[in-house]
């Protein structure tokens, strides 16, 4: 999950999830999440402007099945 997080979320979120210009800190986004489901989040996360149904920045995760499982089960773990 950390690999995957660093391949693919920290080109915006930052390696350590500080934010930067393209994106917000990820303490804040995963502070929205962490009342939803995983497949919840695997909506959003393979589709984030249909989910938000607003305009973002936010590319949709390429990625596996098995990938973007071990991205939420990161990105749960650094929640806490």
């Known amino acids: 999950g950390a ?3 660093v ?3 920290s080109k915006c ?3 350590k999830g500080f934010g930067g210009r393209k994106a917000p800190p990820m ?3 995963l ?3 962490a009342k939803k489901s995983d ?3 695997k909506g ?3 589709a984030p402007q249909e989910t938000v149904k607003r305009k973002i920045q936010m590319s949709a995760f390429q990625g596996n099945d098995s990938e973007l499982d071990e991205l939420i089960k990161f990105l749960r773990s650094i929640n806490r």
């Open 44 to 46: 959003f996360l393979r």
């Open 39 to 41: 497949d919840q989040l």
């Open 27 to 29: 303490k804040l986004v």
């Open 7 to 9: 391949a693919v979320c």
């Open 3 to 5: 690999e995957v997080y």
């Open 13 to 15: 979120h930052r390696h």
């Open 31 to 33: 502070r929205k999440w």
